[in-house]
């Protein structure tokens, strides 16, 4: 099991577009991948628990990854994040 604190920069937060794209993302992985926000954990292979947490621009996140191929999904993960998924 891996984990990184990481800050959203989007300037939307996690909407629907970059929950998808990252959902989606995540989802090519076989590990286990959550998002621990706000004393609750979130599975960031669902799109609607990504919109459900409701993180804007600036909401501190733990993201989570065991399993298979953990080091892989992190490092998309990060890239994603950092990048503000191109918007």
């Known amino acids: ?4 604190n990481l800050t959203i920069s989007n300037p ?3 909407h629907m577009r970059p929950a998808s794209v990252f959902s ?3 989802g090519k992985y076989p590990c286990k ?3 621990n926000f706000n004393g609750n954990s979130y599975n960031a292979k669902s799109t609607l628990n990504l919109i ?3 993180m804007k621009c600036g909401s501190e996140i733990e993201l989570v990854c065991d399993g298979e191929n953990e ?3 992190m490092a998309e993960a990060v890239q994603l994040i950092e ?4 918007e």
Do not use: D, E, L, R
């Open 33 to 35: 991948v959550t998002v």
């Open 83 to 86: 990048s503000g998924f191109g």
């Open 1 to 4: 099991m891996i984990t990184k």
């Open 24 to 26: 989606a993302a995540m």
């Open 12 to 14: 939307q937060g996690f």
């Open 71 to 73: 080091n892989g999904a």
């Open 52 to 54: 459900a947490a409701c």
